[in-house]
């Protein structure tokens, strides 16, 4: 039987999200430094050791990050798509979830995603896109920097939807089925940059439907590839350890 949490960790989690809350309504913005030790105590009439464990619960959730020595202390944070990523890959491993499961929801929700950065995103975000996607063709003879400006095209493209969910869901998706391993030859990579070609065009053109539909073949052609080529990856369960390494510095 699983043990249930106790009083104090209860205590710590309830005062992490005062805390939370305290720095909403102040607006607080990265970089800013919360209360000190002594100051948090008061305000929120909370005890020594149950202030340091909500500090630390909210550290690890990348609210804040606290500082030792003179001119320490906790400094505002802000949680992003790692911190979602390590999230669910951590529920996932306890759910025996294989990698597979995850690549079925990309290929639900990025198709949507799509469709909506044709409705949102901006011209300038369509420009940029472009700018990313000839970073990707510039780079198809070297798997690292090519993973790099792909991955800037992915992050880009899910911030042009201008849905906050979306925009942390989908690289948090993509960072999980990375931790797989795979890499793509060089004419698999010149293939995906031509379909990527057709899917900002049809958002430049704000035809999401058109671009719904293709992304969801690029989905399909991908599940199909990674199931011929890589089956033991396909099935293997998700491993919150196996995050570590795309983990934003």
Known sequence: ???????????????????VQAMYESRMKPGDRYLSEAEAQRKHGAARNTLREALRFLEMQGVLSVRAGPGG?????????PHLASTIALLL????????SVIEARAVTEPAMVELAARNATD???ADLAGDLDAVEAS???????SAAYQRFWLRLAESTHNPLV??????????????GFAPNEVYRSEILGRLREIHALIARRDGEAARREMAGLEQ???????????????????WSDLRAGEED
């Open 140 to 146: 198809l003879g070297a798997f690292r920097q090519f």
């Open 221 to 239: 052609s991908f599940m199909e590839r990674l199931n011929e080529g890589y089956p033991r990856q396909m099935d293997r369960v998700v491993a």
């Open 124 to 126: 300038a975000e369509i």
């Open 93 to 100: 491993q306890f759910a025996d979830a294989p990698l597979r």
């Open 1 to 19: 039987m699983a043990k249930k949490p106790g009083r104090k960790e209860k205590a710590a989690v309830g005062l992490a999200q005062d805390i």
């Open 73 to 81: 202390g906790p400094e505002v944070g802000r949680p992003g798509w």
């Open 167 to 180: 925009a942390i869901l989908s690289p948090a998706l993509r960072a999980i089925v990375d931790s797989g």
